[in-house]
């Protein structure tokens, strides 16, 4: 069996990897993907293969977490053997199963695309864990980077800058889905809070996982010092999601006595865009980002943004005094008068929130797909 083009993905169960691969499929064919797993168990999206365009494999079902890395690493193995493709696109370098599918194609002398999505500043770096990285990278025939940050990393560990392609993203947002949610908001914000069961007023608000590199304990400080203001009734913080800090995130609520905090939990990706569209400004804290998908949904859906200068997006897709502010996630004052700021009406937020439309618009699925193409023409040209 033979594939021109093998792509090998940790899970499939990830809404905006199928977009971009169902975006690539419309304008490249030769491909396959080959997913280690159904699922990556902290993640809750509820997704259907019938969303899949394209064609694919699944190795195991179930929890990427659940199965054995040997296991894991000699099956892929075999499906490389089985599918013989010329060139393998390798979703990074963290599994042992990824460097197997680069010990395949360098023993055939295949060709090798690596995407990466990860970038200095996401965490502590181990020089020996680097160097092993470096062996990895410095051998691949072209890169796929998320964004400029990416990019910059993948330089550091030898990788050459005429081989990089940057995509400005991961994988992308359902336009159709958001932009509805904005007409709905538009029509009628009451009856759109109502449904969702929050007081009518405007929102800060925050999308991701309540765990500690998102740093939501800091932007509750934050938003605590902004509610002891006067003039600040008319404003409310939404922290959709759910993760290991939940229990500790509520209990910081109720001991301070913060106000007009609402939790409604992890929302499926059809009814996330109507929190989005009740909102009017977003923030994401993270002292750990590799990109931020959620920021790239806010700015669809027509939001100004706050981020956190250690986002992986925050180079590419975030415009400072244009669409976006940026702070330091370790700087809470910083933060607040941002907030206090914005609450007072110093800033244009409908001129911010349009920006964020024009500048996302750039930054589709489809786009992305292209970038992806340019790469494996690229590296076939070479052959």
């Known amino acids: 069996m033979h594939n021109p083009c093998l792509i090998v993905q940790n899970y499939w169960k990830a809404h905006y990897k199928i977009l971009l691969f169902n975006a690539l499929h419309n304008i490249y ?9 159904e ?3 902290i993640r809750k999206w509820k997704v259907e293969k019938n969303e899949i365009e394209f064609p694919f494999d699944v190795i195991f ?24 493709p010329k060139v393998v696109i390798i ?3 963290d599994r042992l199963a990824c460097w197997a599918a680069f010990v395949w194609a360098k023993k055939r002398k295949r060709k090798v695309i690596l995407i990466i999505e990860s970038h200095y500043l996401d965490r502590p770096r181990s020089t020996i864990k680097e160097s092993i990285k470096r062996l990895f990278v410095s051998h691949c025939d072209a890169i796929l980077a998320a964004g400029t940050r990416h990019r910059d990393y993948v330089i550091r560990l030898g990788a050459k800058p005429e081989k990089i392609f940057i995509m400005r993203g991961v994988g992308g947002v359902d336009l159709s889905l958001y932009q509805s949610a904005v007409l709905e908001r538009r029509e009628n914000k009451l009856g759109l809070c109502n449904k969702l069961g929050v007081p009518c007023k405007k929102y800060f608000i925050y999308v991701g996982r309540f765990s500690p590199e998102k ?51 992890f929302i ?3 009814e996330l865009p109507r929190f989005y569209a009740i909102s009017d400004v977003f923030v994401l804290p993270s002292i750990s980002e590799p990109w931020g998908l959620v920021v790239d949904e806010a700015m669809t859906s027509g939001l100004p943004v706050l981020v956190s200068n250690r986002c992986g997006c925050y180079p590419d897709i975030v415009q400072d005094r244009v669409n976006s502010f940026s702070f330091d996630p370790f700087d809470e004052d910083r933060l607040f008068m941002l907030m206090k700021d914005i609450t007072q009406g110093e800033y244009d937020l409908e001129m911010m929130g349009r920006a964020s439309i024009e500048i996302i618009k750039n930054y589709t699925s489809e786009r992305m797909a292209k970038i992806f193409v340019e790469s494996i023409n690229c590296v076939m040209e070479k052959e």
């Open 29 to 37: 064919s030769d491909f396959k993907i080959l997913y280690l797993a």
């Open 91 to 93: 979703g990074g370098y």
């Open 268 to 270: 499926q990706k059809e």
């Open 215 to 265: 740093n939501l304990l800091f932007l509750l400080k934050a938003y605590e010092k902004l509610k002891n203001k006067e003039g600040t009734d008319n404003w409310g913080l939404i922290l959709v999601g759910d993760g290991p800090q939940r229990k500790e995130i509520e209990g910081f609520i109720k001991d301070k006595g913060i106000k007009d905090v609402f939790l409604p939990g």
């Open 61 to 84: 079902e179930g929890k990427i977490s659940d199965i054995s890395p040997i296991k894991m690493t000699i099956a892929t193995y075999h499906r490389l053997n089985l599918y013989d």
């Open 39 to 41: 699922t990556e168990g």
